[in-house]
Nanobody, 115 residues
Framework: VQLQASGGGLVQPGGSLRLSCAASGSISNINFMGWYRQAPGKQREVVAYITSYGSTNYVDSVKGRFTISRDSAKNTVYLQMNSLKPEDTAVYYC??????????WGQGTQVTVSS
């Protein structure tokens, strides 16, 4: 099973993008679906995640601007990013974890915020 991330691109400051992360097959017992990002020269950081119970959490820098959601029927998780800033520029990765500790990473999608 692979995760396929998409939706990145070049956007002006203040713009919006929606990232998608879809699984190529069925993954059982997922309890964590998250988005990470890594900017050049920086460590990868978690941006947002949603649990199997539907609870969400965000890094402070994106609160109020980003929204994570999931569509269980489509086996897909989304990251709606609004009011984008240049500091949001990074490669964004999706990561899913199961209750047994298995982890899956998507291939990354580039988000560039620039005028």
């Amino acid at each position: 099973v692979q995760l396929q991330a998409s939706g990145g691109g070049l956007v002006q400051p203040g713009g919006s993008l929606r990232l998608s992360c879809a699984a190529s097959g069925s993954i059982s017992n997922i309890n964590f679906m998250g988005w990470y990002r890594q900017a050049p020269g920086k460590q990868r950081e978690v941006v947002a995640y949603i649990t199997s119970y539907g609870s969400t959490n965000y890094v402070d820098s994106v609160k109020g601007r980003f929204t994570i959601s999931r569509d269980s029927a489509k086996n897909t998780v989304y990251l709606q990013m609004n009011s984008l800033k240049p500091e949001d520029t990074a490669v964004y990765y999706c990561n899913w974890k199961t209750v047994t500790g298995l982890g899956y990473w998507g291939q990354g999608t580039q988000v560039t915020v620039s005028s």
